[in-house]
């Protein structure tokens, strides 16, 4: 299948620091990118969609000024945490679909943030 | 809305054992239907899927069936192993194209040797 990468695994950094999540679609190019968040034992919580030229659509309930989403490139999505804090420490997940009429998604290997 | 309603686990199998794990939809029109697996500490990895009904997906031994008169997708494997052990979630597009999925709650699966 698909390929999509993301960059860093882990991040650990300090309150009130900013932190960039790239993802990328290694073998195909992707006008849309998702970017999921996953707490301890939980299912994916959509947090917004990323459109390739244009602004981002936020799920209801996040703040777009601290999740800052740029769709640089048909490979490229970059999920940025403004002024974390430990609250926002999760597990960050995107997914893409190579576009293909039977919307199957390939995901990123998941970003562990950890806000101290 | 749409949504996907999978069983609660967790569940434990002894190695070999038959599994099954429900999964139910409420959807509108024709959803494409997958199961995903993830295993600790990554992301997930698509294991099946099924666009139509009576479609029957499979992979590794695992397989499910598209049944639009139950609205279901039930995964399942004659035999598990020990590697099986992980979080299955079943999910669902609305439509096809780049529409975010719908996840069901997923059904963590441990298998003992």
């Known amino acids: 299948g698909a390929v999509v990468s993301q960059h860093p695994s882990w991040v650990i950094c300090k309150s009130g620091t900013s932190v960039k999540i790239e993802c990328r679609s290694l073998d195909f190019q992707a006008t849309t990118m998702f970017w999921y968040r996953q707490f301890p034992k939980q299912s994916l919580m959509l947090m917004a969609t990323?459109?390739?030229?244009?602004?981002?659509?936020?799920e209801q309930g996040v703040e777009k000024d601290k999740f800052l989403i740029n769709h640089a490139s048909l490979t490229l999505s970059t999920l940025t945490v403004t002024s974390a804090h430990p609250e926002d420490s999760s597990f960050y997940i995107c997914?893409?679909?190579?576009?293909?009429?039977?919307?199957?998604?390939?995901f990123g290997p998941g970003t562990r943030l950890l806000v101290l | 809305g749409d949504s996907v309603t999978q069983m609660e686990g967790p569940v434990t199998l002894s190695e070999e054992a038959f599994l099954t794990i429900n999964c139910t939809y409420t959807?509108?029109?024709?959803?494409?239907l997958f199961w995903y697996v993830q295993y600790p500490g990554e992301g997930l990895q698509l294991l099946l899927k099924a666009t139509k009904a009576d479609d029957k997906g499979s992979n590794k031994g695992f397989e499910a069936t598209y049944r639009k008169e139950t609205t279901s997708f039930h995964l399942e494997k004659g035999s598990v192993q020990v590697s099986d052990s992980a979080v299955y979630f079943c999910?669902?597009?609305?439509?096809?194209?780049?529409?975010?999925?719908?996840f069901g709650k997923g059904t963590r699966l441990s298998v003992i040797a």
């Open positions: 997914s893409a679909p190579p576009g293909g009429h039977d919307g199957t998604q390939y």
């Open positions: 999910a669902l597009t609305p439509n096809s194209g780049n529409t975010p999925l719908v």
């Open positions: 959807a509108t029109g024709y959803p494409s």
């Open positions: 990323s459109n390739e030229g244009s602004k981002a659509t936020y």
